[in-house]
């Protein structure tokens, strides 16, 4: 082909290209996945657009959290829970990108929602969502940030590892033996709905955590229990023999009444334990249940290489609620975390993360507006129930394709590796209220009309994580 002719195809190429791109009228994000300043440049786009969904840093507003937080106020549809993981993802961004744009709203909205008995992240404000699991996400958030070196907050603020031993502390004591031969409750306060389910997610969470303080401190305390959630969550049958991780069990059925729902979270959070666990022990039988777990995740949450949240991302329908819209990004970190702490994971898995961000991409517009669905390579409109999510989800794909980079590599830092931040194993305790959470009476809020709603909206948020309700009908 001489040049005339090699000039022309390249030029219909690009014609087509540009009219595949354009095919509702509205450019779609352009990024190179085999680049990584292309990548960086396109999670720039997807993160700023992120950044519009929070107002924390305006004035007269409170901040760290995102619109809401529903449904203590009802005027926006986040749970508090929901900031917590987007902080942690934006210190994520960080971390991959070297972006610092996020850093310092970051750092003062996790040390201001850190409120509750010395710094535990329990502020009153927000106990109607107080699950373990929601505590748990911004204690993972804090755990990141010591990971990480994330820049440290002032000497006389509560400091990364001390809040995410605050939040292990807090819930060690509540480890229930009382019930189903152990096990932490979904909900703290016994008047949230939902107290009565130990599910899995408030296991995955708080095993997450010790895995990682095990790694950090290298105190063997952490490990024990991480080891113990491992093996009452599987002992109770939430962890099958094939590795499915199934949503959990209520206490006046000794957890036996399984609700035998997937979420992808439950999955996400259970792998990155166990490669943590793999690696600070160094234990065939870890080892084992990463490759069991991995195998599984990609078979059942990344059918044809891109990921979908099958529970409620249904074919001809879709059923996920506000939370389950942010839920792809927490695979995508985890997973790209295990490929770093248990390497024979990598290329699996770099594999799967590349193909479902390829597919994610191609749910994004050129302004870095992201769909939910990532299969259907055009952008889905679906706003009803994010779309932070979304966001959050997209700016996470991106950033851990950027895993080949020096810093990640080396891992997780932990106290003997260059990790500054300060800890304190008593978080959480010093200051303990011997009192229960003081619940939200009706004249902290306009009437009894509001706290019934409210009461009501939460009850139905519970409903929806659990499975749309069809476990609890
Ligand atoms: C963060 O705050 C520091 C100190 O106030 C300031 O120097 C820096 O420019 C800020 N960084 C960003 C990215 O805004
Ligand atoms: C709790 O709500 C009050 C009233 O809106 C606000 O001033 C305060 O900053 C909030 N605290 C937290 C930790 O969100
Ligand atoms: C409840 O389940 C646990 C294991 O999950 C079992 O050890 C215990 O015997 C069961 N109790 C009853 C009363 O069935
Ligand atoms: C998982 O294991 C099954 C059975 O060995 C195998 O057929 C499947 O290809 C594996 N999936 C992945 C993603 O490795
Ligand atoms: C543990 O993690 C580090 C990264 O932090 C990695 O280099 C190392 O190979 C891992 N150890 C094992 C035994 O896989
Ligand atoms: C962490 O490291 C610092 C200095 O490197 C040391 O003083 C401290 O005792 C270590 N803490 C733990 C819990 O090992
Ligand atoms: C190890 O962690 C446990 C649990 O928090 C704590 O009680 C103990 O003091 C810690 N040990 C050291 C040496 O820090």
Redesign the pocket.
């Known amino acids: 082909m001489n040049r005339f002719l090699a000039s022309i195809a390249a030029a219909l190429l690009f014609l087509t290209a540009a009219c595949v791109h354009a095919q509702d009228g509205r450019a779609k994000l352009q990024v190179d996945l085999d680049d990584y300043d292309s990548i960086r440049r396109a999670a720039k786009i997807v993160a700023g657009n992120l950044w519009t969904y929070y107002h924390g840093d305006k004035p007269g507003q409170t901040p760290g959290i995102l619109p809401g937080p529903h449904p203590a106020v009802p005027s926006g549809p986040y749970y508090w829970w929901q900031a917590g993981a987007m902080w942690g993802t934006l210190i994520d961004y960080w971390y991959y990108t070297g972006d610092d744009t996020y850093v310092n709203e970051t750092r003062r909205s996790l040390v201001f929602q850190a409120e509750g008995p010395g710094y535990s992240f329990e502020p009153r404000n927000w106990t109607l969502s107080l699950g373990n699991d929601d505590q748990g996400f911004w204690g993972m958030a804090a755990m990141l940030a010591a990971e990480t070196n994330f820049p440290n907050p002032a000497p006389d603020e509560p400091q990364w590892l001390a809040l995410a031993q605050a939040v292990f502390n807090r819930q060690a004591r509540l480890w229930d033996m009382e019930f189903c031969n152990g096990g932490l409750r979904w909900q703290i306060p016994h008047t949230n709905a939902g107290y009565n389910y130990k599910n899995t997610i408030a296991q995955v969470v708080f095993m997450n955590i010790a895995s990682r303080l095990a790694r950090y401190t290298r105190n063997d305390t952490y490990a024990r229990w991480a080891e113990t959630a491992w093996d009452w969550t599987q002992g109770v049958g939430y962890i099958t023999k094939e590795y499915n991780v199934l949503d959990g069990g209520h206490v006046e059925h000794n957890c036996t009444d399984i609700n035998p729902v997937q979420f992808s979270t439950n999955a996400a959070l259970l792998i990155h334990a166990a490669a943590i666990m793999y690696n600070y022990t160094l234990e065939e039988k870890w080892r084992s249940r990463v490759l069991g777990l991995?195998?599984?995740t990609?078979?059942h949450f990344?059918p044809e290489g891109i990921m979908v949240e099958r529970a409620c991302e249904l074919p001809d329908r879709m059923q996920c609620n506000v939370d389950q819209h942010s839920f792809k990004g927490y695979m995508h970190r985890a997973l790209a975390t295990v490929a770093v702490v248990a390497p024979f994971t990598r290329d699996?898995i770099m594999r799967?993360l590349r193909s479902s961000t390829e597919g994610c991409v191609s749910s994004c517009l050129a302004d870095g507006t992201c769909g939910f669905r990532w299969n259907i390579g055009k952008y889905d409109e679906d706003v009803a129930n994010g779309p932070a999510g979304q966001q959050m989800s997209a700016v996470a794909a991106l950033s851990t394709l950027l895993l080949d980079q020096p810093h990640v590599l080396r891992g997780p830092l932990t106290n003997d590796t260059g990790g500054t931040s300060r800890g304190d194993p008593n978080a959480g305790l010093v200051n303990n209220d011997p009192e229960p959470m003081r619940p939200i009476t009706v004249g902290d809020r306009a009437g009894a009309g509001v706290l019934t709603a409210v009461i009501l909206g939460s009850f139905l948020g519970g409903l929806l994580w659990m499975g749309m309700g069809w476990s609890e009908g």
């Open positions: 991995l195998n599984r990609i078979d990344f699996t799967t």
